[in-house]
T-cell receptor
Framework: GESVGLHLPTLSVQEGDNSIINCAYSNSASDYFIWYKQESGKGPQFIIDIRSNMDKRQGQRVTVLLNKTVKHLSLQIAATQPGDSAVYFCAENKDTGGFKTIFGAGTRLFVKA | GAVVSQHPSRVICKSGTSVKIECRSLDFQATTMFWYRQFPKQSLMLMATSNEGSKATYEQGVEKDKFLINHASLTLSTLTVTSAHPEDSSFYIC????????????FGPGTRLTVL
């Protein structure tokens, strides 16, 4: 199967601070990107998505930025809370005659109280 | 809406036995479902695409005779790990898109398989 990277980098932030999680994607032809949150022992949860014709999208406390020039995606979490502690994955949809979702390496976010 | 369930949530089996994992879309129909495997501290790796009424499509390096997939209805896909060995121990997760959001995957809670 496909996956990008086999290690989980870690980001540790103080409660109330803003968090920025970065991701590099692989396929310049991908046109849809998603951020997922995964808590321990659970399946991924959808957080926010963005299409390639946009460079920024905002949700509740979260913002996704897309830089197609350097194939970079970021997730910004405002006023990080202890409940935000989890592993965050970026994912890209590849169209292979039927799309499939390929996950990036993931980043573990620790929120210190 | 868009709830995906998996059963069982955890399973422990002896080496050499087969284990079946079910993935159900509870409030929508899914002509396509996806199966992922996740090892500890690693990302999700796509194993195969399950297609209702036709054969599954496997990713490169995934043995189709080892991981049997059956998508017999619009709400159920099953993954059977045949002749399981300790190296098959992993977290198996399924997902499905909905017709109103075909680009977005909704994930099941995962199944923890431990092979002794």
């Amino acid at each position: 199967g496909e996956s990008v990277g086999l290690h989980l980098p870690t980001l540790s932030v103080q409660e109330g601070d803003n968090s920025i999680i970065n991701c590099a994607y692989s396929n310049s032809a991908s046109d849809y990107f998603i951020w997922y949150k995964q808590e321990s022992g659970k399946g991924p949860q959808f957080i926010i998505d963005i299409r390639s014709n946009m460079d920024k999208r905002q949700g509740q406390r979260v913002t996704v930025l897309l830089n197609k020039t350097v194939k970079h995606l970021s997730l910004q979490i405002a006023a990080t809370q202890p409940g935000d502690s989890a592993v965050y994955f970026c994912a890209e949809n590849k169209d292979t005659g039927g799309f499939k979702t390929i996950f990036g390496a993931g980043t573990r976010l620790f929120v210190k109280a | 809406g868009a709830v995906v369930s998996q059963h069982p949530s955890r399973v422990i089996c002896k080496s050499g036995t087969s284990v079946k994992i079910e993935c159900r879309s509870l409030d929508f129909q899914a002509t396509t479902m996806f199966w992922y495997r996740q090892f500890p501290k690693q990302s999700l790796m796509l194993m195969a695409t399950s297609n209702e009424g036709s054969k599954a499509t496997y990713e490169q390096g995934v043995e189709k005779d080892k991981f049997l997939i059956n998508h017999a209805s619009l709400t159920l896909s099953t993954l059977t790990v045949t002749s399981a060995h300790p190296e098959d121990s992993s977290f198996y997760i399924c997902s499905a898109p909905t017709s109103r959001a075909p680009d977005t995957q909704y994930f099941g809670p995962g199944t923890r398989l431990t092979v002794l």
